[in-house]
């Protein structure tokens, strides 16, 4: 037990603890919610939302690969001495060990997605001639022996693929018939029926369709990623795919954590502005204008680039590259957090200077109830609802900044894995002959997917929550 | 309405010297003049002389506030702080790292900028509201919901894959206009005719989506019910009362960003290679050149400041109902 354990040097990044922080305030949260109905309500009516529940399948599949790529260590050397072991500088994560092979084999140089050759011709020794021809590549297709038999071999590993993702959801999809009819003490046929007419009290059939079409890209993906690369390789030959998969975490961590430093700024100055009002409220004011006034990314790169001074005058603070890039990211996020709180702020500091004149708030002061009191039980679980729609809707708006700010220069360091760095790299690459593209695409489509179901369950959010909702019909 | 505009140009004033302050404190004291020194001369191989040199030649080997060397009104004026920041409110940004005047830069760099970004301004403001009233024409069909679902998948999308497909499909693939560049005149229009394209239909998803509900929370009103008792149409009622006062929040949101259009927008000046502010400022912060970045962040906040004035006035010119005092 104890020598699989020390083979190990578990690595807590500051991103990571912060992630896990995170994660255990969303599960206390919900804790909270399940118990009280009208908290609930809500969200039940998100959940009959066929859009907002289909988003949510895709978000959560981006949600367990960023959770299992917060897991770091550091393996043990192999001949590093026992009582004081050496550890590898390489820093990885559970992700990385899922994946395995996805990592390490590494090509040469640029090839085609699902390619068995490199993409430029190069000088090879072949029968003691010089010829020049497409060299194999290491690992991509090397089972095969010419490149006729390519196709046939990708099309049936995606059959199968296609049919056990099939199979697998066919099963899933058995058993959570059998369970929410057992739930509804109804007979199973009677179940299905009603999921046929669309009469279940949940969008069934569109989360069915969801998970379906998930886990037969799943079984696909899994049958080809063991003999191709499936989005190509890159410039020094590392699989695309594998650094798109990568990239989730950081597109995550800039969209969660940045909430995560707004929502105490926001949440304390804009209540206490529009609850307190007197000079408090000109403060407050008076400070959130002056950062409104300066340009984002103006502000953004001014601080980025002072952060950048001070990682290269303090280098001893940071032992391993892995914790350098991490300090970036989480001051990526710290910058773009004190800039982005404004909105939030101005949005609440109104609500509460209108909640601050009703009746049950005077009744409250006049009981000689405490302004902590007050805003802690009267106001801000009235303007909760408010903070739930900003951070919903933030989120996909943080994660396209990424790589805007990549691109600008001052985005997450250029050793660290984001779509951002993906695009940055392989922009130029457009004017190359053949042409490169499946690096800038496999980054779009993999930031396109997160930003669409972060945008469509946002939706389905604001829908429930926003008050005025019922109005505008 | 004088006295409102007066008292409002005095509130300016607080919000410029916070601006300057901030940025003073964030370019001198969180990173001292000689850690810049050495980031851009290189981490590696410093010398203390080099550094002196570099202070001297960018006009940093001044005390920060108070010169105590220094006598009578020079102590507080032979500063960086006066010389670097305070002076940035007559416009005085000194010299870039290139040794050029930003001030010149600027006034040069002005017009290419505000050659892309007005257009895009306003046509994109046109296709956004007509786009948007049709979705509220339609609305509660199916052609409204498709609508919707259209302006979400365009606002997933990065701005910059409309940028990168752009000039990969219209220039390079098809070839009908240049890839990049810049010239004055009528002769520039086939340079401009691109990033425009782009910044529009990049802007569709958002602005489109944000317009419409302005419109539905219009529709919603009782004037609105009251115009359909006496008996118009529905297209009368939607282009006469409901564009009419949804034009309200639009055009007062509209001007707030009016004055920012000088500086241009970084990444489609960079890309399309336009001789603009926006390109000016993503080589500065490229560059490490904090004396460029520092005055496009005090030109940065003075264009926001007008353009806050600016909202207040159209206000009251759009709805009389809203009295300045």
Known sequence: ?473 | MLAYILRRLLYAIPILIGVNLLTFALFFVVNTPDDMARMQLGAKHVTPDAIARWKVEHGYNKPLLLNAQASGSAQLTDTIFFKHSAAMFVFEFGKGDDGRNIGNEIRTRMGPSLAIALPVFVIGLLVNITFALLMVFFRSTYLDLWGVVLCVVLMSISGLFYIIAGQYFISKLWNLLPISGFAGGIDGLRFIVLPVLIGVVAGIGSGARWYRTIFLEEIGKDYVRTARAKGLSEVRVLFRHVLKNGMIPILTGAVVVLPLLFMGSLITESFFGIPGLGSYTIDAIQAQDFAVVRAMVFLGSFLYIVGLILTDISYSWADPRVRLQ
């Open chain 1, 1 to 473: 037990m104890s020598e699989a354990w020390a083979s190990f040097d578990f690595v807590l990044l500051w991103t990571d603890a912060l992630i896990f922080a995170l994660v255990v305030g969303v599960l206390g949260l919900v804790f909270f919610i399940r118990r009280h109905e009208h908290l609930r309500a809500p969200w039940c009516a998100v959940a009959q939302r066929p859009m907002a529940m289909g988003a949510a399948l895709v978000l959560s599949v981006f949600v367990v690969i960023g959770l299992l790529d917060s897991v770091h260590y550091r393996e043990k050397l192999p001949d590093s001495p026992a009582d004081k072991p050496h550890y590898s500088v390489d820093v990885l994560s559970v992700f990385d060990a899922l994946v395995g092979d996805l990592r390490t084999q590494q090509e040469k140089t640029y090839s085609e997605p699902l390619a068995m050759q490199l993409y430029a011709k190069e000088f090879v020794q072949r029968d003691g001639a010089t010829v020049r021809e497409y060299p194999r590549l290491k690992f991509g297709g090397a089972h095969l022996q010419q490149e006729a038999d390519r196709m046939p071999d990708i099309t049936r590993r995606s059959l199968i693929g296609l049919a056990q993702g099939m199979a697998a959801s066919l099963l899933l999809f058995g058993l959570l018939a059998a369970w929410r009819a057992r739930r509804a003490k109804i007979p199973f046929g009677e179940w299905l029926m009603l999921l046929g007419e669309g009469r279940l009290d949940w969008p069934a059939r569109t989360v069915m369709v969801m998970l379906t079409l998930l886990l037969m890209l799943a079984g696909v993906l899994l049958h080809l990623v063991t003999a191709y690369h499936v989005f190509g390789t890159d410039k020094v030959g590392q699989d695309v795919l594998y650094l798109s998969l990568k990239s989730i975490r950081t597109g995550l961590v800039i969209g969660t954590l940045t909430t995560l430093v707004t929502l105490p700024l926001a949440i304390g100055l804009g209540i206490a502005a529009g609850y307190f009002r007197g000079w408090i409220d000109d403060v407050i004011q008076y400070i959130y204008t002056v950062l409104n006034s300066i340009p984002g990314v103006l502000l953004i790169a001014a601080a980025v680039l002072i952060v950048q001074v001070y990682v290269e005058s303090n280098p001893d603070l940071f032992d391993t590259a892995a914790r350098r890039a991490d300090i970036r990211l989480l001051a990526l996020c710290l910058i773009m957090g004190v800039t982005s709180w404004t909105g939030l702020a101005r949005l609440l500091r109104g609500e509460s200077l209108k909640l601050r004149t009703l009746d049950y708030v005077e009744a409250a002061r006049a009981f000689g109830v405490s302004h902590t009191r007050i805003i802690s039980r009267h106001i801000f679980p009235n303007v909760f609802h408010l903070v739930l729609i900003a951070i919903v809707l933030d989120f996909s708006g943080l994660v396209l900044a990424e790589a805007v700010l990549s691109y600008v220069g001052v985005g997450v360091d250029p050793s660290m894995h984001s779509w951002g760095n993906m695009i940055n790299g392989s922009r130029l690459e457009l004017a190359r002959e053949p042409v490169v593209w499946w690096q800038l695409g496999a980054a779009f489509t993999f930031m396109f997917t997160l930003v669409l179901a972060a945008n469509l369950f946002a939706d389905g959010v604001r829908d429930a929550f926003d008050p005025r909702q019922g109005i505008r019909r």
